[in-house]
């Protein structure tokens, strides 16, 4: 449940922006021609990209590329909500605040980076940058274009000078190049995760009838029964090979219960997880 929204923009495009939220909270986090500095004030996500994920926390900031993605913030034991700032970087926002005098490291293209979310190493600069944010939103009437300029030239400085600003520097500079991957390649890559249909949907760029359509060529077959397959598959193979509880096999594979993964190991292979281990 979203608590909070405030932005400030420039030509009406959001470029800082707060949210406050009660978990759990799925949110479609895609970015098409734009990347964003994301920064966990409070709260733990799992942020899932078309081959790739990765976990924020709190305290932890990233940059992401232009490209689909899913943030899913994980329930909370506390009541304390959750809290996210986000610094968005689109080529529009980037020649309004360099007034068409982009940086080199913005204009010149070199190697590509290595992943589409990038790790920042938090260090007492950006902890203070994190909290002059904060207390904008808590003051709105002291923000006007002037000063969202500033904040957008003060983060990417703050950027390429943290440890490991190499790997930074590659994303800014390769921010608005989506990396492109097969239909095959995304599947594959998400067999296990906690995704619904939509979600996978979401990563291909497809909607979900198209998406229906597009598995069923590609696989010939329904998205849930060869994810179901595959997922059994796996959990055949970790009962051979490991000593893993059978309810740790479930949920590596990919099944939240597990009296939903017995009766579907059961019907898939004709016994019990614990009898197909033994038999092994």
């Not at 009660?22 to 479609?28: A, G, I, K, S, V």
């Not at 790739?52 to 034991?77: A, H």
């Not at 940086?103 to 190697?111: M, N, R």
Request: some cysteine; overall charge negative.
């Amino acid at each position: 449940m979203i608590i909070k929204h405030q932005h400030f923009d420039l030509s009406q495009m959001i470029v800082l922006e707060r949210v406050v939220f009660q978990p759990p909270l799925r949110t479609d986090a895609s970015m098409h021609g734009e990347a964003c500095f994301l920064y966990a004030v409070n709260g733990q996500s799992i942020l899932y990209a078309a081959t790739d994920q990765d976990t924020l926390r709190t305290c932890e900031g990233v940059v992401m590329k232009c490209g689909q993605y899913i943030n899913f913030w994980q329930p909370s034991q506390g009541e304390e909500p959750f809290e996210a700032l986000a610094v968005h970087f689109k080529p529009e926002i980037l020649q309004l605040v360099y007034e068409d005098k982009l940086p080199e490291f913005l204009s010149t293209s070199g190697p590509p980076s290595s992943r589409p979310i990038q790790h920042v190493q938090v260090d007492k600069m950006i902890q203070n940058y994190v909290e002059s944010l904060v207390f904008y939103f808590e003051n709105p009437s002291l923000v006007n274009d002037e000063l969202v300029k500033l904040k957008v030239k003060e983060l990417i400085l703050l950027l390429i000078n943290t440890d490991g600003s190499q790997e930074v520097q590659r994303i800014l500079g390769d921010l608005f190049n989506p990396t492109r991957y097969s239909f095959k390649e995304i599947i594959h890559a998400r067999l296990f995760d906690d995704l619904s249909i939509q979600d996978l949907a979401l990563l291909t760029h497809l909607s979900v009838s198209s998406f229906k359509r597009r598995f069923k060529e590609v696989f010939d077959d329904t998205p849930a029964r060869y994810i179901k397959a595959k997922r059994l598959e796996k959990a055949a193979e970790l009962l051979k090979r490991t000593d893993d509880r059978i309810s740790d096999v479930a949920y590596d594979c990919g099944f939240k219960e597990l009296g939903h993964f017995s009766k579907s190991f059961a019907a898939h292979y004709g016994c019990s997880p614990s009898e197909y281990r033994s038999r092994s």
